[in-house]
């Protein structure tokens, strides 16, 4: 059974700077590209960042030239460095992996459609003040 598990939230002033750290397990198929997504109340969960198997990094407008997506694939874990805190980065972040289906799917096809990712943590807060 797949499982991954998000951790380093917390709570930092505008202008500071948290890794967010994701653990994966149980794996039983080939997985191309990994996510980080972010949701707060009343929205849809958003794309932040993927990272393909080879290393191709894709980041959303917002985050661009702040955030960082990095992975270790011998301990099976995903990175995200977020530098530059702003009060609007303040959500929900949750790192995410494709269905089955996908797997074999690099992330310029999949990460622009939210129902590739099927496997998804319990997220980890992250709060920015102003």
């Known amino acids: 059974q797949v499982h991954l598990t998000e951790s380093g939230g917390g709570s930092v002033p505008t202008g500071g700077s948290l890794t967010l750290s994701c653990a994966l397990s149980?794996?039983?198929?080939?997985?191309?590209?990994l996510g980080w997504y972010r949701q707060t109340p009343g929205k849809e969960r958003e794309a932040v960042a993927h990272?393909?198997?080879?290393?191709?990094?894709h980041y959303s407008d917002s985050v661009k030239g702040r955030f960082t997506v990095s992975k270790d694939d011998a301990k099976n874990l995903l990175y995200l460095q977020m530098n530059d805190l702003k009060p609007e980065d303040t959500a929900m972040y949750y790192c995410a992996s494709p269905v089955r289906e996908a797997g074999l799917q690099p992330c310029a096809v999949i990460a622009p459609n939210l129902r590739r990712f099927g496997n998804w943590g319990q997220g980890t807060q992250v709060t920015v003040s102003s």
């Open positions: 990272i393909d198997d080879g290393g191709t990094t």
């Open positions: 149980g794996y039983t198929y080939t997985i191309l590209c």
